[in-house]
Structures are given as C-alpha cells and as structure tokens.
C-alpha cells in the first residue's frame, strides 16, 4: 500500500520559514518526480515545485527564490523548505508521487499578516 505523509504545517508570521516532509512508502521512491502543491480555499489545486528523479527542481514563478525542494532516496522523503512566507502561501499542501498519481492526505499552512 503506497503511503505519502506530509508534516511540518503550521501557523506562523509573514517573514517567517516552515520546512514541510513528505515521507512515501511502499513504492520505489527513487524513479519518480515528486511534486509539492498548493490549494488555497476556494482555489485550484496548483503545482508549487516539482524535483526529478535526477534531482532537477522546478518552481512556480511566485514562490521562485523562497521555496527550496529536495530529496533524499534514502530516506524516501521529499522536503519543501519555504522561507520569507507571505499570507498568501496560506494553503493546504500536498505532496505527490508524480508517477503513478499518489497523494498524500496535506498539511494545513497559514501565514498571518
């Protein structure tokens, strides 16, 4: 059964950083991108950043420069550093196994003024 469990939401102050996880089972881990994304209330689902199986990273224009993804296979766990976080980061994120289509259950971020 493949497993992908996001942690490290929270609340916190615009200018502040939170470092999401995202740690998957049960599949191999290592042959697919992984994506981080984003869905605010009352908006589409949207792709944050996304790393390769190779390690290259791409990101969406308003979080380039802030947010920061990586990876470690051995660990089967992606990471979404994000700093300088602003209100309107505020979302739930969810990791995904882009792959085979697997998402995790998402992590609660808010970011007050």
């Known amino acids: 059964q493949v497993q992908l469990v996001e942690s490290g939401g929270g609340l916190v102050q615009a200018g502040e950083s939170l470092r999401l996880s995202c740690a998957v089972s049960?599949?191999?881990?290592?042959?697919?991108?992984m994506g981080w994304y984003r869905q605010a209330p009352g908006k589409q689902r949207e792709l944050v950043a996304m790393i390769t199986s190779g390690g290259s990273r791409s990101y969406a224009n308003n979080v380039k420069g802030r947010f920061t993804i990586s990876r470690d296979n051995s660990k089967n766990t992606v990471w979404l550093q994000m700093n300088a976080l602003m209100p309107e980061d505020t979302a739930v994120y969810y990791c995904?196994?882009?792959?085979?289509?697997?998402w995790g259950q998402g992590t609660q971020v808010t970011v007050s003024s």
């Open positions: 995904h196994y882009e792959g085979w289509n697997y």
């Open positions: 049960g599949t191999i881990f290592s042959i697919s991108a």
